[in-house]
């Protein structure tokens, strides 16, 4: 056989070759990249009224990524990594945040915080763009019944208009309450929670609303809107609000020398109410997803366990601020690398398909979830996993 | 719910005269004003909280410690963000004071926290009267006649005493002034110090009631010289009679329509009354000699 090839087209071959490997390496970095890191990002009021929340979700968050870090990660090894945003409670600067996340640090999944008008105004931009996102506190009603198809929103925390019916439900049940009055924050998750415990007054027979006031959350005085619903015969306040103005409206009640009941949404427990609302603290009940007092199962143990470590300032439970932020992430974060696993790939499409049809049960902090979410239930938490609440000192006790 | 509003306005009203104070003061002697005195409000309440609640320092020496930190603080905006663009007769040293404000505000972020923080009870807290069927703590009392006496004395001081007349000489004529034997320089340090005084004065006192946050200051401080312009920047106790009813008009308007409509219908006043009465409600004209 004649020989084509000379010395010189020899070396032309060896380089085309090179170059060709060289090229398929640069055009499939999968086998580079094997360890790179999962970036997951974090959108969240890390500052102002309500920083607890975002500092108590990022402690959720860190713990489960450890244990999933330290079981050898996902997808074959892969680290968890977590890269955070404040969104100083300011929605245009929750969706900047969450769009440079998503479009500069690749992030496969979005975790939201505390803020439900951030959140509202961030599910468009992920549905968009395809990638999942988590809801670990913010319980407007429409974060996660947006009407979306497909829907990229998930939901590990509670849902206003089941936590509508909770509140009237307890304050029935608890003060014998028949004339509930509303306060509610003047934003969109106020108006969620309006439409929600109207709604909820209207299939409970045992009381009717008698009045609605809106606050602002920098209102310093609060007399005059609680003034109105006195007038009215109001026997509960039913409040929805951050921390900051829920103390504000506790001192307003004090002022007044009005002993009325007062029966809250979680707000409250994103910020340092007992230090700002003063000695009437205790007053307020409110719902919670989790409480870390009492008798733990093997799960709460070792999340105590491990908080204790990690923060030498948390001594005991009493010393875990915003528990509801750190148990609901920690449950979230956990389901979504069982969800990354399942869909093998980090494809946003995939792994909604996997949360949406999640196999097996996952034993979490707050519950044992078994097909937590499906096509149309985003939610994976429901009315019995609530529990009502309130301050004893820094402390968050059951009321039940 | 009426007498609620009007304690409550009353208080806050005092506040804004209380740094509308500070702008009057520094105007009066050198035509220019601080714009960080929101900052600098925020700077005596953050510190008053940190060193007696932080720190367990007693508030005896809290305050007065907090309150030197202001002075000195405005002394600093004085010579760092006005003489050198004043000397130079630019108008500049309105943009530098905002942005020192911006700044103090970002130092206090990173340093006191992220989190609003609630003051202690204390003596003027815990004891209250009852005044129209609410409890009315003493401290809400006392922010307005501090609020008065501080402008009082300051007009007092400006009408009847030797140097309260060489510091208005100062801004009539400086150069005049200069060969008269006044120190310009050291008067208007001086006019700084004081209205950073009186801006810590306000911050501590409004603490207790309100939170402690790096950007309590921000608000305050555009409203406070909105009730300057109102009251006349030229008149002391025009500054602080205009902030007790900048406050009580906004609390009533809170108690009547909700705080929704508090921003627009308590501007929109300021500029109704301005346009009737250019030079404030207790200004005067001031005269340009041709």
């Known amino acids: 056989m004649k020989n084509v090839c000379s010395g010189r087209c020899r070396f032309t071959l060896v380089a085309w070759a090179t170059a060709s490997i060289a090229l398929a390496a640069l055009a499939a970095p999968s086998s580079l990249s094997a360890q790179e890191p999962i970036k997951i990002g974090h959108v969240a009021a890390l500052s102002g009224g309500s920083a607890q929340s975002g500092e108590a979700i990022t402690r959720g968050l860190s713990l489960a990524i450890e244990e999933i870090n330290a079981g050898g990660g996902v997808l074959g090894g892969r680290k968890i990594e977590l890269l955070q945003r404040d969104d100083e409670s300011v929605p245009p600067k929750g969706v900047v945040a969450a769009r440079e996340l998503i479009s500069k640090e690749k992030v496969v999944a979005l975790f939201g915080g ?15 763009e395809k990638v999942p996102y988590m809801g670990v506190w913010a319980a407007g009603t429409g974060i996660t019944r947006n009407g979306a198809e497909p829907n990229f929103v998930f939901r590990v925390s509670a849902v206003d208009v089941l936590v509508d019916v909770k509140l009237l439900d307890y304050a029935n049940k608890k003060f014998g309450s028949i004339k509930p009055g509303l306060l509610l924050v003047n934003n969109p998750w106020g108006a969620s929670n309006e439409t929600g415990l109207l709604e909820a007054a209207k299939s409970n027979a045992a009381l009717h609303i008698v009045g609605v006031e809106k606050f602002e959350n920098a209102d310093v005085d609060m007399t005059a809107q609680l003034t109105r619903l006195k ?24 002022r007044m020398g009005w002993t009325v ?17 003063g000695p009437t603290a205790g007053d307020a009940h409110f719902v919670q997803t989790y409480s870390f007092f009492g008798k733990q199962g093997t799960i709460g143990e070792r999340v105590l366990a491990a908080l204790k470590k990690k923060y030498p300032q948390i001594k005991g439970p009493e010393d875990i601020f915003s528990p509801v932020g750190t148990a609901n992430a920690y449950d979230a974060m956990h389901l979504l690398a ?5 869909a093998g790939a980090t494809d946003g499409d995939k792994i909604r398909e996997a949360l949406e049809n999640l196999s097996g049960k996952y034993e979490g902090l707050i519950k044992t979830y078994d097909h937590p979410f499906s096509k149309t239930e985003h939610d994976a938490l429901g009315p019995g996993d609530y529990i009502m609440v309130r301050y004893d000192g820094e402390k968050i006790v059951p009321t039940q | ?5 009007v304690i409550t306005g009353l208080g806050l009203g005092s506040m804004y005269g209380l740094l509308a104070l500070g702008f009057h003061v520094t105007y009066a002697v050198s035509n220019t004003v601080n714009f960080a005195q929101g900052g600098t409000m925020m700077m005596g309440a953050v510190l008053s909280f940190t060193l007696s609640v932080t720190a367990g320092w007693p508030l005896m020496s809290a305050v007065p410690v907090a309150l030197v930190a202001c002075a000195l603080w405005s002394i600093l905006v004085e010579r760092v963000a006005v003489r050198p663009f004043v000397r130079r007769g630019s108008n500049s040293w309105l943009m530098a004071t905002v942005a020192l404000g911006i700044a103090l505000e970002n130092v206090a972020l990173f340093t006191f926290g992220r989190d609003p923080r609630g003051m202690p009870p204390n003596y003027l807290t815990s004891h209250f009267v009852i005044i129209g069927g609410l409890k009315t703590q003493y401290l809400q009392l006392l922010i307005p006649l501090v609020g008065l006496g501080l402008a009082l004395s300051l007009h007092a001081f400006f009408q009847h005493t030797r140097q309260g007349k060489a510091l208005l000489a100062v801004v009539q004529n400086a150069g005049a002034a200069r ?27 409004v603490a207790p009631l309100f939170t402690v946050s790096s950007t309590m200051g921000t608000l305050f401080g555009i409203k406070a010289f909105a009730v300057a312009i109102l009251g006349g920047i030229g008149s ?12 009580v008009a906004e609390a009533l308007v809170t108690a009547c329509l909700g705080s929704t409509y508090t921003q627009i219908v308590s501007f929109s006043l300021v500029i109704a009354s301005l346009t009737v009465m250019p030079n404030g409600l207790f200004g005067r004209a001031g005269v340009r000699k041709v």
Not at chain 1, 114 to 128: E, G, H, Q, Y
Not at chain 2, 184 to 203: F, K, N, P, Q
């Open chain 1, 114 to 128: 505390i803020d439900s008008p951030v959140a509202l105004a961030t599910v468009p931009v992920v549905n968009k």
């Open chain 1, 231 to 254: 007038e009215k015969g109001a026997d509960t306040v039913i409040i929805v609000g951050n921390a900051a103005p829920g103390a504000q409206l506790m001192k307003s009640r004090e």
């Open chain 1, 261 to 277: 009941p007062i029966v809250s949404h979680w707000g409250i427990s994103g910020g340092r109410f007992p230090e700002l609302a």
């Open chain 1, 338 to 342: 069982k969800a990354i696993t399942q």
């Open chain 2, 1 to 5: 719910m009426l007498t609620s509003a």
């Open chain 2, 179 to 205: 060969l008269m034997g006044i120190d310009v320089e050291r008067i208007t340090t001086l006019a700084y110090a004081l209205s950073g005084m009186l801006a810590g004065v306000a911050g501590i006192l």
């Open chain 2, 236 to 247: 002391a106790w025009g500054v602080v009679l205009a902030g007790l009813i900048y406050g």
